[in-house]
């Protein structure tokens, strides 16, 4: 195997941590049988749009990434993995359009629209990418090494860019495209010779010899135009000579006969969110000409740009509005020649029947079936429990470190209390987290008039799966339960378990409820009845969720309230039970 060309050896004459840059000279000057390019570079710290990454991430092949969005600045510091600190305006900040980087990217150039480097990769994650500026390290100077600025203009011209060049001696490199690898027998097929370095003589050739060359054109045009006549694959290459010598050659593949194979792309991913569904754009290749059109029943829902070309754009129509989940579809005909393919492209769009907390969907107690909360969506005004920590009973983790949009794809499901009052609430099959809630009905919740009776992200630090352990309910209510992903942020498949538990105590049976405030409680609440009037004896016992008294009292209630003192109580929640002479009476206390 032929071994890459390479060389060995550089001095380095720059670097600086901050935009992580070096700047080497090669000891060598690379050959012209290399075939060098020596890119251009762009010092002028402007936030320029379509902008271009090339690189290799580790274990793979060149890749290029490309944006056409405007890149932006760091608005603020970056802090590393090993704790450097990068300063405001030190890095482009890109997120691609098309590909992205990975390990093994860093130090790859960041090429403007001109292809003048304006950066080189320093980091980033699977969304967005950090590249030091040219612009920061032209002018950066370390203690040991003198500035990029010093090396790129030694005379001090001012020079703030310059564009990239090939040496003229540099040996040709042949390639060519077309638009097509499957043509059909005897349609015209036009090849362009997209070769680097020259000048140089080029020869086409073709085998088998049963083809022609069309419109005036020869085995030495630049874009020859060729019809194939046999049923078989061809092999097209181009050779590439200087002064009657070989240089380079490009072999490419092509088969002919009497079928294609029409190509669809989408800007699109397979499952559309009904939230983000506004338009996007399909594409197709493998045909000369295109017809397109929407499939029989999706007319009400989508609408196209143009019913012809190889590019069309998708339109959600205005007025449509969808309860749950939906399909689109459209048929594009391709034709080349005598030859042609019918290709049908359906796209799922996503919206939870659920998302909405007034449609809430009913559960029975047990195991339910499988839900999702994928393409879900915040409502205005819908909770979101305390994030404090991962395994309490009455919080969700704080996970992005903000406390700022927990809640992101929540979905709704309610359930009527049985006669035991008591019950547990868990789930499975993804990362999420779940939340219990008490109110007069769905407006109410929106309102902010609830009580959550407990909310759970983990069941402990190395067990993900969110369970509200035990609650009272009042027999015959309704109840609220909120799932989201983990953090908020996570979208999947997952099932809900509504179990029913012994009360407990017994003296939640016909109980009345007690009005208690603040909650979640900190050191003290105040619990209260109508029924209460000043100086009323009671006596009051508070229970944990496994049961256990920890905390009674006889005690004489004051204008109605029995003041009840939290401080020393773990974080949690907690059932307190109220007997009088007139009655027996219960509350949920939920200590932060």
């Given at each position: 195997m032929q071994e890459s060309p390479s060389l060995t050896g550089a001095t380095l004459l720059a670097t600086g941590q901050p935009s992580d840059f070096s700047l080497l000279l090669l000891n060598d000057i690379p050959p012209p049988d290399y075939q060098p390019y020596y890119a251009g570079w762009d010092v002028n710290d402007a936030a320029v749009d379509h902008v271009t990454g090339i690189h290799v991430p580790f274990n793979e092949s060149k890749k290029i990434s490309l944006d056409y969005d405007s890149i932006y600045s760091n608005p603020v510091s970056v802090t590393w993995d090993d704790d450097s600190r990068s300063p405001v305006g030190s890095h482009w900040i890109i997120g691609f359009d098309d590909g992205g980087t990975s390990q093994g990217s860093s130090g790859s150039p960041l090429f403007n629209s001109s292809n003048q480097i304006i950066g080189q990769l320093h980091g980033g994650d699977d969304i967005m990418a950090y590249y030091g500026k040219l612009s920061y390290s032209y002018t950066y100077k370390s203690q040991s090494y003198q500035t990029v600025r010093h090396y790129l203009d030694p005379d001090s011209t001012g020079v703030t860019s310059i564009q990239g060049y090939a040496p003229a001696d540099n040996i040709p490199d042949a390639f060519f495209t077309t638009r097509f690898d499957e043509v059909c027998i005897d349609a015209p097929i036009t090849f362009n010779d997209n070769s680097v370095f020259g000048p140089y003589e080029r020869s086409w050739e073709i085998f088998p010899t049963t083809f022609a060359f069309i419109n005036g054109t020869s085995d030495t045009s630049g874009s020859p135009v060729i019809e194939f006549k046999q049923d078989t694959l061809y092999t097209v290459s181009l050779k590439l000579s200087v002064d009657d010598e070989f240089q380079s050659t490009e072999d490419f593949k092509i088969a002919a006969g009497s079928e294609i194979s029409i190509n669809v792309k989408s800007s699109a991913a397979p499952e559309i969110c009904d939230c983000d569904f506004e338009s996007f754009q399909l594409s197709a290749e493998g045909g000369e000409q295109f017809e397109w059109s929407i499939l029989a029943g999706d007319e009400n829902k989508i609408t196209i740009s143009q019913l012809s070309g190889d590019t069309t754009t998708v339109f959600r129509v205005p007025v449509f509005e969808a309860d749950s989940s939906y399909t689109i579809g459209f048929q594009v005909v391709g034709s080349q020649a005598t030859c042609s393919d019918t290709?049908?492209?359906?796209?799922?769009?996503?919206?939870?029947?659920?998302?909405?907390?007034?449609?809430?969907?009913?559960?029975?107690?047990?195991?339910?079936?499988?839900?999702?909360?994928?393409?879900?969506?915040?409502?205005?005004?819908?909770?979101?429990?305390?994030?404090?920590?991962?395994?309490?009973?009455?919080?969700?983790?704080?996970?992005?470190?903000?406390?700022?949009?927990?809640?992101?794809?929540?979905?709704?499901?309610?359930?009527?209390?049985?006669?035991?009052?008591?019950?547990?609430?868990?789930?499975?099959?993804?990362?999420?987290?779940?939340?219990?809630?008490?109110?007069?009905?769905?407006?109410?919740?929106?309102?902010?008039?609830?009580?959550?009776?407990?909310?759970?992200?983990?069941?402990?630090?190395?067990?993900?799966?969110?369970?509200?352990?035990?609650?009272?309910?009042?027999?015959?209510?309704?109840?609220?339960?909120?799932?989201?992903?983990?953090?908020?942020?996570?979208?999947?498949?997952?099932?809900?378990?509504?179990?029913?538990?012994?009360?407990?105590?017994?003296?939640?049976?016909?109980?009345?409820?007690?009005?208690?405030?603040?909650?979640?409680?900190?050191?003290?609440?105040?619990?209260?009845?109508?029924?209460?009037?000043?100086?009323?004896?009671?006596?009051?016992?508070?229970?944990?969720?496994?049961?256990?008294?920890?905390?009674?009292?006889?005690?004489?209630?004051?204008?109605?309230?029995?003041?009840?003192?939290?401080?020393?109580?773990?974080?949690?929640?907690?059932?307190?039970?109220?007997?009088?002479?007139?009655?027996?009476?219960?509350?949920?206390?939920?200590?932060?």
């Amino acid at each position: 195997m032929q071994e890459s060309p390479s060389l060995t050896g550089a001095t380095l004459l720059a670097t600086g941590q901050p935009s992580d840059f070096s700047l080497l000279l090669l000891n060598d000057i690379p050959p012209p049988d290399y075939q060098p390019y020596y890119a251009g570079w762009d010092v002028n710290d402007a936030a320029v749009d379509h902008v271009t990454g090339i690189h290799v991430p580790f274990n793979e092949s060149k890749k290029i990434s490309l944006d056409y969005d405007s890149i932006y600045s760091n608005p603020v510091s970056v802090t590393w993995d090993d704790d450097s600190r990068s300063p405001v305006g030190s890095h482009w900040i890109i997120g691609f359009d098309d590909g992205g980087t990975s390990q093994g990217s860093s130090g790859s150039p960041l090429f403007n629209s001109s292809n003048q480097i304006i950066g080189q990769l320093h980091g980033g994650d699977d969304i967005m990418a950090y590249y030091g500026k040219l612009s920061y390290s032209y002018t950066y100077k370390s203690q040991s090494y003198q500035t990029v600025r010093h090396y790129l203009d030694p005379d001090s011209t001012g020079v703030t860019s310059i564009q990239g060049y090939a040496p003229a001696d540099n040996i040709p490199d042949a390639f060519f495209t077309t638009r097509f690898d499957e043509v059909c027998i005897d349609a015209p097929i036009t090849f362009n010779d997209n070769s680097v370095f020259g000048p140089y003589e080029r020869s086409w050739e073709i085998f088998p010899t049963t083809f022609a060359f069309i419109n005036g054109t020869s085995d030495t045009s630049g874009s020859p135009v060729i019809e194939f006549k046999q049923d078989t694959l061809y092999t097209v290459s181009l050779k590439l000579s200087v002064d009657d010598e070989f240089q380079s050659t490009e072999d490419f593949k092509i088969a002919a006969g009497s079928e294609i194979s029409i190509n669809v792309k989408s800007s699109a991913a397979p499952e559309i969110c009904d939230c983000d569904f506004e338009s996007f754009q399909l594409s197709a290749e493998g045909g000369e000409q295109f017809e397109w059109s929407i499939l029989a029943g999706d007319e009400n829902k989508i609408t196209i740009s143009q019913l012809s070309g190889d590019t069309t754009t998708v339109f959600r129509v205005p007025v449509f509005e969808a309860d749950s989940s939906y399909t689109i579809g459209f048929q594009v005909v391709g034709s080349q020649a005598t030859c042609s393919d019918t290709v049908v492209v359906t796209y799922d769009v996503l919206k939870q029947v659920n998302d909405n907390i007034e449609d809430a969907i009913e559960l029975p107690y047990g195991m339910s079936d499988y839900y999702s909360n994928i393409c879900a969506t915040i409502e205005a005004g819908e909770p979101i429990p305390p994030f404090e920590s991962c395994t309490t009973q009455n919080s969700w983790c704080d996970e992005y470190g903000t406390g700022e949009d927990i809640v992101e794809n929540s979905v709704w499901f309610k359930f009527v209390a049985s006669t035991t009052g008591r019950v547990s609430v868990s789930s499975t099959g993804m990362d999420n987290q779940i939340a219990l809630y008490e109110a007069d009905s769905d407006i109410s919740i929106l309102n902010g008039d609830y009580i959550i009776l407990g909310a759970n992200d983990d069941r402990s630090d190395t067990d993900y799966r969110p369970i509200i352990k035990s609650e009272t309910v009042h027999p015959s209510d309704t109840y609220w339960i909120q799932v989201d992903g983990s953090g908020g942020g996570l979208e999947d498949d997952f099932y809900i378990t509504i179990t029913e538990l012994s009360a407990t105590p017994s003296d939640a049976i016909d109980a009345q409820r007690i009005i208690v405030y603040p909650q979640p409680a900190h050191g003290r609440v105040i619990m209260r009845h109508p029924d209460w009037v000043n100086g009323t004896r009671a006596e009051m016992a508070v229970y944990n969720t496994a049961g256990m008294v920890i905390a009674s009292a006889i005690v004489d209630t004051e204008d109605g309230t029995i003041s009840v003192n939290t401080s020393s109580w773990d974080p949690g929640v907690y059932f307190a039970a109220v007997k009088t002479g007139k009655g027996r009476y219960v509350a949920q206390i939920v200590k932060r």
